[in-house]
């Protein structure tokens, strides 16, 4: 099990656990904690509703092509902006420390 920090758009601290094994996405697991994160295209890179910042230093995998099109497109785009649908649980990421990104204007 590791464990995650997600800084909800309240400030909110929350401190998530979740096993390595089931190929679980930190959108997902937002979600499974009934965090306020839509990830509307189902973790596709097509929607950026799991819009996050990461806060810790971890080393994350690269940005696929998608990512960085659908970050290209997304409002409050920092330095540090990821897509949570594209960062998998695993051993490297026990620890990190993210925060929510504040919403897209609704469509
Ligand atoms: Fe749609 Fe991540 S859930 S981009």
Do not use: W
């Not at 594209?86 to 897209?104: K, S, W």
Request: charged content about 25%; glycine content about 8%.
């Amino acid at each position: 099990m590791i464990n995650i920090t997600v800084i909800g758009r309240d400030g909110q601290k929350h401190s998530l656990e979740t096993p390595t094994d089931m190929g679980l996405n930190l959108m997902e697991l937002c979600k499974a904690y009934g965090l306020p994160v839509k990830g509307t295209c189902g973790g596709m890179a097509l929607c950026s509703t799991c819009h996050t910042y990461v806060l810790s230093d971890h080393e994350l995998p690269e940005m696929s092509a998608d990512e960085e099109d659908m970050l290209d497109q997304a409002f409050f785009v920092e330095d540090n902006s990821r897509l949570g649908c594209q960062i998998r649980m695993t051993e490297e990421t026990d620890g990190l420390e993210v925060r929510l990104a504040p919403e897209d204007e609704e469509v």
